[in-house]
Every structure is written in C-alpha cells, then in structure tokens.
C-alpha cells in the first residue's frame, strides 16, 4: 500500500483575528506547517499549535515568511542572502523553541508564501533559506516543489527532502504554480480534488493545467486551511485517497 503525507499551514491566526478551523484540521492532516510570527501567527498560537500537534500526533513543522502581517506573507520582498539567512534563522529557532516547550520537536521545514515562490524560481534564494535551515538543523527535512531549483539546492545540500504537490492549487508546464490571479488557479470542488490528486500520485508525476506530466518524487499533498471550504475539502481528499487504498501517515517516518 502507497503511503502518503497530508500538510497543512497551520497557526496562522493573530491574537483575536482567527484563520481556519486549526483543531479540525489537526483530525485530518499528518504534517503541520506552523506560522513562526513573520507572516502570520504571534507567540500565543504558536504555543497553542504546537501543544495541539503533539496531542493529534501530528509531525511538527517551521513555516517562515516574509515580515508581512498585512500581506499574509504573500508580497515580494527583495532580501540579500544574508537577510533571508537571518530571516529564517530565527523564525526556525522560534518554532523549535516553541515545540520543544510543547513536549514535541521540528521535524520539517517549509517556507510560505511569496518567499516559497521565490525560491521555486531562483536558486540563490532557496540555496540560502535551505543552507540557513541545515545549518540550525542539520537532520531536517526540507519541503520543496519538485522540479524547480528547490530540489536542485536540497539535492545539492545532500539535505532529507520531500516532495510537495498542492490539493487545490494548479500548475504551469515548468511545475511552478499557476498565479492565484489567473482563472482556474485555485480549485473549489472537493470531488475534482480528490480524483486529480489520486491520479497524480498513481502516475508519480505532477500533471499540468494543460495535461503536461512532470515525473517527480511526491510525498506530501498540502491542504489549504484558510478558506470557507477547506475543512471539508480536507476530509473529502483524506476519504477519497482512503477508499482509493493509500496509507495516509507522516513522511520520513
């Protein structure tokens, strides 16, 4: 039986301002990329995920972004090599800390928003998020887009990696992701999730909004938490590779 990883950004409520429904999610999901403070998230939700990901058995994750609370981490933001280095330096710290404190430990690393785009397209950038994380922890496992420069710098780095494809988001023919802004980018129905994903894993290969197939490594699927469906998008892709006859558990383990 075919194991596979379901993720999700978890954690990226602030103070009383609340995105998700964060402990329905934590029933489904496997892996939890946590918000470390910079995009999304403040240090009371951060504790408050972490306690809720040991007590699901949930592998536990640094999420870093831009400093962008206004843009939910999603605006470009030109960084040179050693800012980001700094950047996810310490938001990495922040959620070891934070796990550890929870009785858990970070198992995996994934960068969000436009400072994950960025790195899907230039090596430079991956190259010294990926370096700055292996250099914290070496045994980390880094979440990468396949097929983009992000797998070239793990692979480079010798680094554990995964490879992640997205449950309701399209792609274009070099495997970035379609734009949120173009039509069709972001995927709403639950059955056409469910059957799209199953055939990508089945093929081990992403496939394209155009057909393309682009063979790759999968191991994880992440799950969108911040929108009106995503719950029931959520439960629906867990049932539908279920009955499809996929082990749902944590990759790496």
């Given at each position: 039986m075919a194991k596979i990883d379901l993720n999700a950004d978890i954690g990226e409520s602030f103070g009383p301002w609340i995105m998700g429904n964060d402990a329905a999610l934590m029933e489904v999901i496997t892996s939890a990329n946590?918000?470390?403070?910079f995009h999304a998230g403040d240090p009371d939700v951060m504790a408050q995920t972490m306690r809720a990901a040991v007590a699901n058995d949930v592998g536990i994750g640094a999420h870093p972004g831009f400093a962008d609370l206004q843009g939910f981490g999603r605006r470009r933001i030109k960084l040179s090599a050693e800012e980001l280095t700094n950047l996810v330096t310490y938001q990495l710290g922040a959620a070891q800390a934070?796990?550890?404190?929870?009785g858990g430990a970070v198992r995996h690393f994934k960068l969000h928003g436009a400072l994950s785009n960025m790195?899907?397209?230039?090596?430079?950038?991956?190259?010294a998020c990926y370096s700055a994380a292996l250099k914290v922890q070496p045994d980390i496992i880094l979440v990468v887009l396949p097929?983009?420069?992000?797998e070239q710098v793990a692979r480079e780095l010798e680094a554990n990696w995964a490879g992640e494809i997205f449950a309701d988001r399209a792609y274009?023919?070099?495997?970035?992701?379609m734009?949120?802004?173009k039509p069709g980018a972001v995927l709403h129905d639950a059955g056409e999730v469910g059957a799209r994903i199953e055939e990508m894993l089945r093929k081990g290969a992403i496939v394209t909004a155009s057909g393309k197939e682009i063979p790759c490594k999968i191991d994880t699927v992440c799950l969108h938490g911040d929108g009106a469906e995503a719950l029931a998008m959520a439960r629906a892709l867990r049932g539908h590779l279920t009955e499809?006859?996929?082990?749902?558990g944590r990759f790496g383990a």
């Open positions: 946590v918000a470390c403070g934070m796990a550890r404190a929870a790195a899907s397209e230039d090596i430079e950038i991956a190259r097929q983009t420069p992000m274009e023919d070099d495997a970035s992701l734009a949120r802004s499809a006859g996929f082990e749902i």
